[in-house]
């Protein structure tokens, strides 16, 4: 991988951070009124994801030797990570 892209990856994953703080506290805070569990795939419908979240996953993937297609999923209205209702890359972590 280029040193450039290494250097964006490295930002992604700070603000990847910060979010996932920010959305633990607000998850915490708000735990009794979610409806979202494993397997629910409802706010992974009718989007895209961003060019640099579309290549960080990938790359995050391939570093830990999933093998991994897009086929079927680049035109279906959902997320093209998702796979039996859940996101590749966060299946794995268990989250």
Request: with cysteine.
């Amino acid at each position: 991988m280029k040193n450039s892209e290494n250097i964006h990856f490295e930002k992604y994953k700070v603000l990847l951070n910060e979010i996932d703080q920010h959305t633990a506290f607000l998850e915490d805070m708000h735990h009794e009124y979610l409806k979202c569990r494993n397997g629910c795939a409802l706010c992974c419908i009718d989007f895209s994801v961003l060019p640099i979240e579309f290549y960080f996953i990938l790359n995050e993937l391939r570093n830990e030797n999933l093998k991994f297609s897009l086929e079927g999923n680049l035109m279906n209205d959902v997320c093209a990570f998702l796979k039996n209702n859940l996101c590749s890359k966060r299946c794995k972590n268990g989250k």
